[in-house]
């Protein structure tokens, strides 16, 4: 583990590993260095670390990395210019889910830093309805936060991705549960970076100037992902859509893997 200090002075660890030019991972909810998920596993894929420096690391909250309040996406973003100085002021870069998001948000404010984006399935939804669950479902959300009651906002989380009601409790007693409890004030974080609505981002898309790869799975849980991915790729002026065949949300990593090595490695 190694760290390094972000502009307010949170602490980021991260983890490096591979050799070539550097490839910075960011997780989504929950995700983090000591989680088996997508971004952990791409941070060791031979494929990756045959021709990337990779770093993966905890976002602030997590793991770790440690936290300073009051939170603002800026401040995320202030961390990942951080690390790509760290790694030698240029870097590609690689969100999932809501850590696309955040990527997408870095990359507006620092694509001068960041030579290459791709994304796998951020969850923008401009559908009226869904818009309107968001923002219930952050007002619920900070309102538990608020109370301490971090089991109550992991629920709230699950309820949102569509669990039902009867599987909650289950949910408890599964391995991750108290990873997932002790992070759960970053849900908001999550929150922050996808917006007060989590509806498509065009305008800020349009600003993005760098090589940009956004891609879905074909077997997403998520209906709205293949539509999100093609309006976001096409809003994007150097953006292209992908769809990764028979890939859920969570995404395995050895049909993922190589399409971003031929994407980053690509003469673009």
Known sequence: MKTVQSADGTTIAFDQSGRGPALLLVGGAFEQRAMDSETSRLAVHPLLTQHFT??????????????????????EIEDIDTLI?????????????????????????????????????PPYNSDEAARMAWRNYRK????????????????LFMTLLGMPPEMLEGMHQHPLWPMWEAVAPTLAYDAAALGEDASLPLEKAARITIPTLVLDGGASEFSFMHATAVTLARAIPKGQHQTLEHQTHEVDVEALAPILVEFFNADQ
């Open 140 to 155: 619920q959300l900070q309102h538990v936060l608020a109370e301490g009651r971090r089991g109550d906002a992991v629920e």
């Open 85 to 121: 100085a760290e790694a030698g002021g240029s870097a590609f870069v690689f969100g999932i889910s809501s850590g696309a998001a955040l990527a997408l948000e870095a990359a507006v404010s620092s694509d001068k830093t960041i030579k290459k984006l791709a994304l796998y399935e």
């Open 54 to 75: 990779v770093f993966h690391y905890d976002r602030r909250g997590r793991g770790d990395s440690t936290d300073t309040f009051p939170y603002a996406v800026e401040r």
